[in-house]
Structure formats: C-alpha cells, structure tokens
C-alpha cells in the first residue's frame, strides 16, 4: 500500500513517515507541497486511468494551493476518484474542515496525531477504498455478464426466425409475420401481394452439380431475389427450393411487374459458384485439388396471389399462390401466373 503524505513541514512528514513505517507494511512518498503532490498523482495527465498511491494524509495548511484546494483537485481526476484523502490540522477550525469534507475529504486527524489513531484511520481508509473498488469490479463484472447476456439472447432470438442455409426468414416465422400483415391489409381494406417462387428442375442442379453447390445455388438465389425487395416486404423460406413472399400495399398489376421482374433477373442470371464448401482436407480424394468453379443457369417459376378488401385466411391466400404456380409449372416453367 502507497502512502503520499503531503505537508510543508519536513517535522511533521518524520514524526508521520515515523509512525507508518512501524506499522510495518506501507510504502511511503512525501511531497513538500501540493504541485509536487500533482506531479505524483498525475492529476493532470488526461490519459491516467489508474494511480498506484492508495492515500493521501494531508496537512490543510500549505502554501500556494492549500489543503482544501488541493482535495477538490485530486477529486476532479477521474482515476483518483476512490483514493481516501484524510486531512490533518493544527487548529480547531471547524469551518475549514467543512469545507474540506465538502470538497471530497474522506477522514480528518489532529495534530499532534496520536499513532495509534493515526494508524488506525489510515488502516480503515483503505479497507473502505479496498471495499469501493471491490464492488466497482463487481458491478463492471455484472453489467459486463448482462450485456454478453443480451448479445447471446439477440442472436438466440435470430437464429429462430432464419432460415440456416439462406439467412431469410424460416417457415414459421414467415407465415407469422405474413399472417400480421394480411390481418392489417384486411382492416385497413388495402391490397396485399403474395408470391410463391419455386426453381425449375432444381433436381437436376443437384444432379449435375452435387447437393453442395445446389446449396450455394440456393443461397445465390435467395440473396440475387432479396435484393431487389423493399424493407416492408416478407421474404422466406418456405420449403427445400420454395420460397414465398408477401408484398404488403401492393396491387395486381405492380405485384404482377414485382413477379416478372424477378423472374426475368434470375433468368438472366449466370450464378457463378465454387464448390470450396465441398472441400474437407479430412475426407477429400484430393485435397490439394483446386475447388471447382461452375457457371449455372437457374428458373424460376411464380405464382401470384392478391387480395383486396376480402376477407380470406393466410392459408387460403398461399393455397391461392400455390395454385397459381401449380400452372406456371404447368405452363413450361420459367413463368409467372397469376
Ligand atoms: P420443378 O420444381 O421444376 O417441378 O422441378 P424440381 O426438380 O425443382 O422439383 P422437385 O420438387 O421434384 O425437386 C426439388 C428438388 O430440390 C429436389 C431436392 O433434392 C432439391 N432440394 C430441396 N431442398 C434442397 C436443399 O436444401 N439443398 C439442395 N441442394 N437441394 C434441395
Ligand atoms: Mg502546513
Ligand atoms: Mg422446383
Ligand atoms: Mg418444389
């Protein structure tokens, strides 16, 4: 433990160095004046975050900047924020010693100190800083666990909306939030789009290509469709290559525009996908192989559903969507039905 003892008289700084050091374990440091005391305690280096004095015993009356000063500067350092500062006085002013408790003293002693007091205030002045910075490290400990802990929930939150492989909105939480949106529709009697898009012969990309890159497939497809949607519309996975999509405050004609727009894009489209994701340097034939690139060529086919101030449930509007891409497949693919 740092003791800075502060006291213009060389006598006073023996007689308290004195008593301290028969205390045995403290490692003491004197300063003659308040500036000197500064120096020490860095209170003006803006960047100090910690001080390795751990109190400060000091006489009230110094010349320059005299005691009660001295305590409101230390208190203005944030790193000295918790050191103990008790003062020590020659005379019974009692409203100096007010002012020094005012500006941030923590203890008081009367010279000429008696050791045993001397030694006991300073004994209970650290504990209670020892104690102060205990509970600030637990505190910093708890708001530091609750925050990881609302960072693990957030995620947790998350990852049961997403679809794993794609990143959009899974099944269940598509058709919750689809349902919320065609309820408002329906109040408010405005027009609501949904959309059924399922790949054309996706089977075959498997086939060809292997179950990998028809994932990434997937995931490309996912990703090139989210892109040209706004923040309001609903876009999920609904089944292995099916999605559906809800469009609130959208008519036929612009869901229809919506529809062909996506299809033409995917259309016109070349994926460019590796097969990295393949690459297991365990189980791989070759693994310094380099991964293989493939140029794929994808379709889509959608169907479209729009209700307009008409009261239907949410599985009524998919099965009316899924009929309307039942056709498009019907049709020869690569089409959208409305
Ligand atoms: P179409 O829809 O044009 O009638 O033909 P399709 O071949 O796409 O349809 P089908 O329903 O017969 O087959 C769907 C294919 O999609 C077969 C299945 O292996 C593949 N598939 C479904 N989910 C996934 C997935 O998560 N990853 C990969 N790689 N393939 C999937
Ligand atoms: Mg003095
Ligand atoms: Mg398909
Ligand atoms: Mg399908």
Redo the contacts with the bound molecule.
Sequence with gaps: MRILIIDDSEGSRLILTTILRSAGHYDITEASNAQEAFDILQCRDLEAVESDVDLVLMDLHLPGVDGIEATRIIRGATHLNDIPVVIVTADDNTAALERAFRAGATDFLRKPVDPVELRARVRSSLRLKEETENRKARERELLDMAGRLRQANNRLKELAIRDE?TGIYNRRHFMEVAARELSRATRYERPIAMLFL?????????DTYG?????R??CTLAEACQKQLRDVDIFGRI???EFALVLPETTEEEAMAVAERLRESIDEATFTLDEVSRKNPVLDDEPDAAPRTYHIHLTI?IGVAVTEASLISLEEFMLRADRALYRA?ELG?NKVVL
Aim: zero cysteines; proline letters at 0%; charged letters at 35%.
């Design positions: 492989l399922d790949a054309d012969h996706f089977k075959d990309i498997n179950h990998f890159v028809g994932d497939a997937l089944g292995g290559e086919s497949k693919r």
